[in-house]
């Protein structure tokens, strides 16, 4: 195992680079473990010209990727544009047992099929993010498939029950009566042996990922490779402003949200959690955020305006600038000049339908339960109409030329 006691002595071009790459790097972490590490890393990686492998993994159990899924790959493109190399691990193996933070109860296997389709939708995603030339795509099978018995007792052996069950989920499952098999103990072993193979000298995770991140160091100790830093990440909130963002509590903002509706989305959230929506989902360098910070405190820049300039930094993000500066033209005049979006999606109808029909068809709501809840809920209208509040309401043809809208941002115009 390499070990850097000595001081890395930099040329003061290297050390200025050095300063610049720590202040882009550390900012808007939650926790860099060990610190010292990652700095001696740093510095030896510039002195050597050699960049250093940044690791994130992804269990692909979901295909919808939202915006507080991309924080660790924010912080991959910036190490990226560095210089240095992001390995995405797919976890082939580790979706088969279910990433037990936050788990009450075991998770059901996946195929291999589902899992290739599922990492495929994933990373198209997440490339949106990712530097694709400067990404190493690895599966879990490319070492696990050859791994014997042996193998496993030998990983087994390198650490203790006594460690595993201080894991704060396992330990409050068996607490609270939960079961808890036993290869859901070996998620964090599987995990820390990926930073093995891939030879990782960084990985990224969010807070609750800390006790699996750092069993990689455990291993690659035991290997006598150079031990990887653990950079931390946080948990985004969700637009209701009080709960992390996720798909299950629909207080997430998707990557594949079309642009008018991100930028609603962003502009739905309460002004207390903007300052973070700025720091982790977007470019934001931290001058330019203590800046902002200030301005917003004192008053002097509006918190209306900051959050428009936030939602359209958002969409140009995904879409391209020109974009992120339509959407804000639309939402303005959606919801102060009381006009339509320039692209409001048609549906022919061709005959009879009921409401609930038309909704699902013209792809407007992706299912009939969805349909029946908005209309439950009197969210959806005609344009400088009536309420619709009837799923069964028949919408012939005598309708067509009306709009109809659900919610603030979905319109459907009928011809």
Known sequence: MSSQKEPIELSPEQEQEFNRQWNILSFGTSEITPEDEFKKMLRHSIKENKPLRV????DPTNVDVHLGHTVPYRKM???????HIGVVIIGDYTASIGDPTGKNESRPPLSDEEVKRNASLYMDQIYRVLDK?????????KWFSDVSLKDVLGWAGQTTVAKLLGHETFSNRLDQGNSLALHELFY???QGI??????ADVELGGTDQRFNVLMGRDYQKNKEQRPQVAMLLPIITGTCGSQKMSKSLNNYIAINDEPFDQFGKVMSIPDNIMLEYYQYLTEMESDEYSHLKRTIESGEFHPNEAKKQLASR????FHGEEVGAKMREQFENVFKKKKLPDD????KLAQEMNLVDVLVSSSLLSSKGEARRMIKQNAVSIV??????DGEMIISTEMVGQVVKVGKRKFLKLV
């Open 55 to 58: 690791k994130c993994g992804i």
């Open 77 to 83: 493109r910036q190490f990226q544009d560095l210089g």
């Open 133 to 141: 030339d400067k990404t190493e795509v690895c599966y879990q099978s």
């Open 188 to 190: 964090p072993v599987l």
């Open 194 to 199: 990926d930073s093995v193979y891939v030879k």
């Open 314 to 317: 958002v969409v140009s993000f």
């Open 344 to 347: 409001v999606p048609e549906f």
């Open 384 to 389: 400088d109409g009536d309420k619709l509040t």
